[in-house]
């Protein structure tokens, strides 16, 4: 099969008219973001706000445009409404929730029972390393397992989870993921190549996320892990506030610079009304792979005491060990490359206070998407 072009691209999308302007939507210049790997196509329409909810057509003609070119495999083309200058802020950007003319939160990802976030204030803590284990732990109790990898700018997945390849499109428009160790995985990083930075901007990360988990056949899951993207920006926030989130881990190491960053992380969950299920200590000790000795290089439990300061449960700590990052580097995570290993253990025990806890929401008789908070 021949190998589709970003110019071959461009002249098929040169084809599409937005119809309020009778202009194509390339020389309107509000095509970008365009992605092409191994006869995937990704890219972004931005409309005015104003008329955005009656572009669905549009996205769709343009979808189309591309998927009958010969060497398409699928095409997702996320649209996104920006702000016109001078007007008022678009409700996302609002620090504590949205407008009060917003909608209420989206339905749950059809056939996923339960949507856990694993969060830090800060990058560089593992909280990717902790999302991979994690899921892979939760797959030894049983449980029908996804993960989302929502970090566009550096997607951590694909590799940890020694997934390679790209995801097939029956249709062209549902993605179906691919599949490490038995647990189901969607990433940018399946589209793109290792070394290709994604420079996009806050809305159009927004939309790409909501349809990687809305335009993906994940099936039937107990619970799905959105290993998400450093900070409190925008993809946080909407993530946290359109998508029912069931509860949130936080990860950090026990220093202080690094607590004060993922206490900003767990205020904003609180912000939004989205549960804390607990913090977990990454980095908690070195241990020397050769003596054996124990070094506290960024000190020691600080992530136990945040816990017990701000009322939530500390679900346990992993120590800086070569193990864990070999194993993670290679695609091999220390959960399925040596189970019965106490690191291993560890991230079991994690996961089943967290599976725990979701249980009790998911059985709970008053159980409720996240609150709209304004202030």
């Known amino acids: 099969m021949s190998q589709v072009t970003e110019q071959q691209i461009i002249a098929a999308l040169r084809t599409v008219i937005e119809p309020g302007k009778q202009r194509d939507i390339v020389s309107l210049e509000i095509v970008s973001g365009l992605v092409v790997k191994d006869g995937n196509v990704g890219f972004v329409i931005e409309v005015d706000p104003a008329v955005g909810a009656k572009m669905e057509p549009l996205r769709k003609a343009a ?67 902790t999302s991979a284990n994690l899921a892979l732990a939760l797959s030894t109790l049983n449980l029908r397992v996804g993960v989302l990898d929502a970090d566009i700018y550096g997607p951590s997945q694909p590799r940890m989870l020694g997934i390679s390849g790209r995801p097939s499109s029956p249709d062209g428009k549902i993605l179906t993921p691919l599949e490490g160790y038995g647990v189901k995985c969607m990433s940018m990083g399946f589209l793109v190549a290792e070394d290709t930075p994604m420079i996009w901007r806050g809305p159009m990360v927004t939309s790409a996320l909501q349809q990687m988990l809305r335009d993906v056949a994940w099936g039937e899951l107990d619970i799905l892990v959105v290993d998400m993207p450093p900070g409190t920006g925008d993809a946080q926030l909407s993530m946290s506030q359109q ?54 290089i960024f000190s020691h439990g600080g992530a136990r005491r945040e816990a017990e300061k701000l009322g939530v449960d500390f679900l346990g700590e992993l120590p800086l060990d070569i193990e864990i990052r070999e194993t993670s580097d290679s695609g091999r995570p220390i959960v399925v490359s040596n189970p019965e290993s106490a690191h291993a253990q560890t991230y079991v025990a994690i996961a089943r206070q967290v599976w725990d806890k979701v249980s009790i929401r998911l059985n709970s008789s008053d159980r409720q998407a996240p609150k709209i908070v304004m202030q």
């Open 63 to 129: 979808e189309k445009a591309v998927y009958d070119l010969p060497g398409v495999v699928s095409v997702t083309a996320v649209l996104t409404a920006q702000k016109s200058a001078g007007s008022a802020p678009a409700p996302d950007s609002q620090p504590a929730g949205r407008s009060s003319g917003a909608t209420a939160a989206k339905p749950l990802v059809p056939g996923v029972r339960s949507i856990v976030a694993v969060a830090s204030g800060k990058g560089g803590v593992g909280k990717s390393t």
């Open 243 to 296: 998508v029912p989130l069931t509860g949130a881990v936080i990860v950090s190491t026990p220093q202080d610079i690094a607590l004060l960053d993922a206490r900003k992380g767990l205020n904003m969950f609180r912000k939004v009304d989205v549960p804390v299920l607990g913090i977990v200590e990454n980095m908690s000790t070195f241990l020397c792979p050769n003596c054996g000795h124990e070094t506290q």
